[in-house]
């Protein structure tokens, strides 16, 4: 996900190609509400990986809390039947 975000910020910075009336332009830079739109999408990219990451940190360490509950009650040890 962060591979893409970063895809758009370079997208924020690279010269374009654009046709107005019929003939291709090469402009330095997208024009301003260009540069807004992938700004946008830029933010909810990272607003979308931080809140991913922030989720997996919170089930890795309820998986942690519940793993050591287990412990402590010996139920982490699988019974073996002969």
Same mark, same amino acid.
């Given at each position: 996900?962060?591979?893409?975000?970063?895809?758009m910020?370079?997208l924020? +910075?690279?010269?374009?190609? *654009?046709? %107005?009336?019929?003939?291709?332009?090469? =402009?330095?830079?997208?024009?301003p509400?260009?540069?807004?739109?992938?700004a946008?999408a830029?933010?909810?990219?990272i607003?979308?990986h931080?809140? +991913?990451?922030?989720?997996d *940190?919170? %089930?890795?360490?309820a998986k942690?809390? =519940?793993?050591?509950?287990?412990a402590?009650?010996?139920l982490?040890?699988?019974?073996?039947?002969?």
């Amino acid at each position: 996900m962060l591979d893409d975000a970063e895809r758009m910020r370079s997208l924020m +910075l690279s010269p374009i190609q *654009t046709i %107005a009336q019929g003939e291709v332009l090469h =402009l330095p830079h997208p024009s301003p509400r260009d540069i807004r739109d992938l700004a946008v999408a830029f933010g909810f990219i990272i607003d979308k990986h931080t809140l +991913l990451d922030q989720h997996d *940190t919170e %089930a890795s360490a309820a998986k942690g809390l =519940l793993g050591a509950l287990a412990a402590q009650l010996g139920l982490d040890k699988k019974e073996t039947t002969p």
